[in-house]
């Protein structure tokens, strides 16, 4: 089809790997997680799964999840690269 | 070490898996608007359209050629997406489509420039869902106020505190009569995901205004974006509630909420927006805060 | 059918033929005919379209807009300070590629309050990426309201589509239209990029400049692919129901010195003028523009030209004398006459080709300007 | 061409007459248009309508400067419009009158309309309805014939009374 104006396509990492925004990075103490899942309910950007993988491509480090986590069993790190 | 594979997320098993936004959206970490539009499509599902007004979401569904959003978006002018979304399911209703039309609008193109098409497409009893998220100020521009700014809240337009008071966008859609209206918060996204699912079954126009914190707009760090929902049904300055055919029901959190709020203070104290508020200031918004507890149990008593 | 009607209800008969699934439109004098006649089609069960009444005229093309890529047929009506109301959704039609169809009832604007015909406000919205005609009878009215739909709707196309007539002037007068049984003129409408939640898209996102440049390209590469459709649309109309229609109508064109240019009703006036002139002797011919975009080329080269403009562009001069003078290179007389729905005799029209002075201007009724 | 110029006032039914009798003309296999000037003047208040019959297509758009015919449906208009005004030398007038008027140069026919319409209790909104009997005069005097005058009342209108009065104004217009 012609492109007569502008239609853009669904695909993952449309904006690009938003992972690199970040200063903080999740990590996870799976020995205190009781996989509640509050931290993928309350994600704005959906990056974790059902089994609660956070997907760090595109995590943007915003940190909700470590301050809503019950358990407090996320601590946010300071990236090294 | 817990297995988390095989124990259940039962607080999210009765809603979809599936994600329509993609991952990632352009919005900044952080963003309570992103969370809402998650519940929003999760509630809506694919035979949905968005139709969006000029706001933080025409960004963070992405430049073209891709989009973060696997739903049709329909991107149209400040002050047309009500009127845009009249013609549209007008459209697909001449079809015999059951395509669920959705406008999704921040506050300033819902309050302000965007007010007439709202309320002309509610008198026309137009069969869709508006849905205002709002930030309380023109976020996409950089927060300047909008009509929905509270009492004493910086933005760069209101340098000294907004003077004057939030519209109430609530009583103006709630003098359209419409068959369904309700408010919701991004601090309580299964509550969203609910009254969605609830509006969208209902014929006719209905309505649902979402308080959605605001990281960079609200001067808060970005993991306090649930937290800082929660806290302004917590203190009574946003309150839950449906008003379904005219009768009031008020949600859950914001029963307790009403009966004891918590000290505004601990609302507004995290914002940087508020600093330096008067005490005069801080009266007022107290007053009002409380007013409009008053007007609402009133009003679920059935006492006018 | 044989019948007589005004030029606003020529254009509602149309409608009523073309079967748009949605329209939407909010009155304004002169225009407010077109609406009531097709909110009373619909109301009556003779036209089955969702008639929205809107709140403003911003809002009719919205809803025209959600509609028409919402996947049907799609009509508006306005006027005037109407029309400009709409202007931002008018230049959105465009670019999102809509062949949404608008008659506009060309009147002036205020300050102060005027309800008759002019055509500033048309030109107004020159550069939005319509395609505008112009028509001088009820009959024509009727016939360019029902090409609109087929030359819009074109896949060569795709752009949103005025047909501008002069309030009062042709919108209230009554003259005799035949309506015609279409048939399959109109093909059903289908629009490439509807919105099709199967195949979901992104429409009108942000657009970075290269690709926005390419869009915009498109769009006038299309105005320039609808020359070639407007003429077959036209000719295939002409076959089907004997009446045929051109870039412009010209009269007694052929061995003429001299010929004025004229858009709408003063176009049709001018012929009468151009047979006065004939009876005394002076060789003129008129060539009535209809449409305005895409700009037709025309052919005056070697002759002197009148130009009528029922507009005016301030600071500059009249719209249509500018478009002849860049088109042509010809310097032309200038009028500017029937602002405002200024009566506009062919009396007076002789007159200007009488008194002509090619490469100066002249407005009509005014003694004192320079 | 046969150029007429309709005085009335506002809800008198001087536009509608126009129309009539256009439609009258073109079912006489006759070119027509009508056109009234519109004003920002609300009912009641004088409105011109406009008439072009002739056997060839018309393009004249502007107004009648130089009617043939001038047709008065409220002769109160005579006191503040000069209803003569560009009549042509051998023009006629048509007053809606049970008696002529003096100073009415040229040809004058009258005919009591609001009579026939109260006669008939063709009455809308207070108004006697004058536009359908006066298109009978017309036809007495030639303008149209009798049978596209009924006929074009038939297509506009559904109410039988409507001919009956146009027929009673074509028997009262003396000639």
Redo the contacts between chains.
């Keep these: 089809m012609r492109e007569r104006l502008a239609l853009s396509r669904p695909k993952d990492g449309a904006s690009g790997k938003t992972g690199t925004w970040r200063t903080f990075r999740p990590v996870v103490d799976k020995e205190t997680c009781n996989a509640c899942g509050l931290c993928a309910q309350y994600c704005p950007d959906a990056v974790i799964d059902e089994e609660l993988n956070i997907d760090l491509d595109y995590c943007k480090g915003c940190g909700i999840c470590a301050n809503e986590c019950p358990k407090e069993a996320i601590a946010m790190v300071r990236e090294e690269r | 070490m817990t297995n988390i594979t095989v124990r259940s997320v039962t607080n999210l098993s009765a809603i979809p898996k599936e994600e329509y936004l993609y991952k990632c959206t352009s919005a900044c970490a952080g963003c309570s608007s992103s969370l809402c539009l998650r519940y929003v499509l999760k509630a809506a599902g694919p035979d949905s359209v968005l139709v969006i007004p000029a706001c933080c979401t025409s960004v963070i569904q992405g430049t073209y050629p891709g989009t973060a959003m696997s739903v049709p978006v329909y991107n149209v002018a400040f002050a047309a997406s009500a009127a845009c979304a009249s013609g549209m399911s007008e459209a697909f209703a001449a079809m015999g489509r059951e395509t669920n039309v959705i406008v999704y609008a921040g506050d300033g193109g819902t309050v302000d420039i965007g007010i007439q098409a709202l309320s002309g497409a509610f008198e026309r009893g137009t069969n869709f869902l508006y849905i205002c998220y709002d930030n309380e100020a023109y976020g996409n521009t950089g927060m300047q106020r909008s009509g929905a700014t509270p009492l004493g809240a910086r933005t760069t337009t209101t340098p000294g505190g907004k003077p004057t008071t939030k519209k109430d966008l609530d009583r103006i859609v709630e003098a359209h009569n419409p068959p369904y209206m309700a408010t919701a918060c991004s601090a309580y996204p299964l509550d969203l995901y609910k009254k969605v699912k609830k509006a969208l079954s209902i014929e006719g126009p209905k309505f649902i205004h979402v308080l959605a914190p605001c990281p960079p707009g609200w001067r808060y760090p970005t993991e306090k974006t649930v937290e800082m929902g929660k806290l302004a049904v917590k203190t009574g300055t946003w309150i839950l509630y449906e008003r379904e055919y005219g009768k009031l029901t008020i949600n859950g959190p914001s029963k307790a909420a009403m009966r004891k709020p918590a000290p505004l203070e601990d609302y507004i104290r995290g914002q940087g927006r508020f600093k330096n508020v008067s005490p005069e200031i801080l009266n007022l918004m107290r007053q009002q805060v409380q007013q409009n507890i008053e007007r609402l149990s009133r009003e679920e008593a059935g006492v006018c | 059918m044989l ?2 009607a005004t030029g606003n209800k020529a254009v509602a008969a149309a409608v009523k033929a073309a079967k748009p ?2 329209i ?1 439109a909010y009155p304004i004098t ?1 225009q407010t005919e077109i609406v009531e006649q097709i909110a009373d089609y619909v109301a009556g069960g003779d036209l089955e ?2 008639y ?5 005229e ?3 093309m ?11 047929r ?1 009509f508006t009506a306005t006027s005037s300070h109407g029309l400009l109301y709409m202007h ?2 008018v230049h ?1 039609a465009a ?3 809509l062949p949404i169809v608008m008659a506009n009832v060309n009147r002036a604007l205020g300050p102060g ?1 005027n ?1 008759w015909a002019e055509h500033t406000d048309a030109f107004s919205q020159r550069d939005t990426g319509w395609l505008q005609v112009f028509v001088g009878t009820v009959q024509e009215a009727y016939d360019a309201t029902l090409m609109a739909f087929k030359v819009a709707e074109d896949e060569r196309v ?1 752009l949103p589509l005025m047909v501008n007539l ?1 309030g ?3 919108s ?5 239209l035949e309506t015609v049984d279409i048939g399959d003129f109109l093909p059903p409408y289908h629009l ?2 509807a ?3 199967e195949n ?9 400049p290269a ?2 440049v ?2 915009r390209w ?1 769009i006038e590469r ?1 105005m320039r692919d609808a020359r070639g459709v407007i003429a077959e649309v036209e000719r295939e109309f002409a076959e089907r129901f004997g009446r045929s229609y051109g870039p412009t109508e010209d009269y007694r064109c052929e061995d003429a010195d001299v010929i004025v240019v004229a858009m709408g ?2 176009g ?2 001018a ?2 003028a151009i047979d006065r002139l004939r009876d005394a002797g002076i060789k003129a011919g008129s060539m009535r523009l209809r449409w305005f975009r895409p700009f037709p080329d025309l052919d005056l080269a070697g002759r002197e030209v009148v130009v009528i403009d029922r507009d005016y562009s301030f600071g500059f001069g009249g719209v249509v004398a500018h478009a002849i003078r860049s088109k042509t290179g010809i310097e032309p007389y200038s009028v500017i006459a029937g602002l405002g729905g200024q ?4 009396n007076d029209i002789a007159d200007f080709v009488r008194n002509r002075r090619p490469g100066t201007e002249t407005w009509f009724g005014v003694s004192d300007h320079v | 061409m046969y150029e007429i110029r309709i005085h009335s006032r506002g809800g008198q039914g001087g536009v509608t007459a126009a129309k009539l009798l256009a439609l009258a003309a073109f079912r006489d296999g006759k070119h027509a248009t009508a056109f009234p000037f519109y004003g920002t003047e609300r009912r009641g208040a004088p409105v011109v309508s406009f008439v072009r019959i002739d056997d060839e297509p018309i393009k004249v758009y502007s107004q009648i400067h130089e009617p043939d015919l001038v047709i008065v449906l409220d002769t109160s208009i005579m006191d503040v419009v000069d209803v003569l005004d560009g009549l042509k030398t051998d023009g006629t007038v048509l007053l809606n009158s049970a008696h002529p008027i003096t100073g009415c140069n040229g040809a004058c026919r009258y005919v009591d309309l609001t009579g026939i319409a109260l006669a008939e209790n063709l009455v809308v909104a207070g108004s006697p309805i004058l536009n359908t009997p006066v298109i009978g005069a017309l036809a007495k005097m030639g303008i149209v014939t009798l049978p596209s005058a009924e006929k074009a009342i038939r297509e506009m209108f559904s109410d039988e009374r409507n001919v009956k009065a146009a027929r009673a104004a074509y028997e009262e217009l003396k000639i």
């Design positions: 019948t007589i699934g949605v939407a002169p379209s969702r929205i009444p809107v709140e403003s911003h809002s009719a919205a809803a025209c807009i959600g509609a028409s890529v919402g996947g049907v799609t931002e959704m959105w670019g999102a590629r309050w309800i795709l002069d009062f002037a042709l209230h007068i009554t003259q005799s490439p990029h919105i099709d939640t979901p898209l992104g429409y009108g996102p942000v657009t970075g690709d926005y390419r869009f498109d299309s009703t003063l049709k006036e012929e009468v009566e506009v005799t062919y």
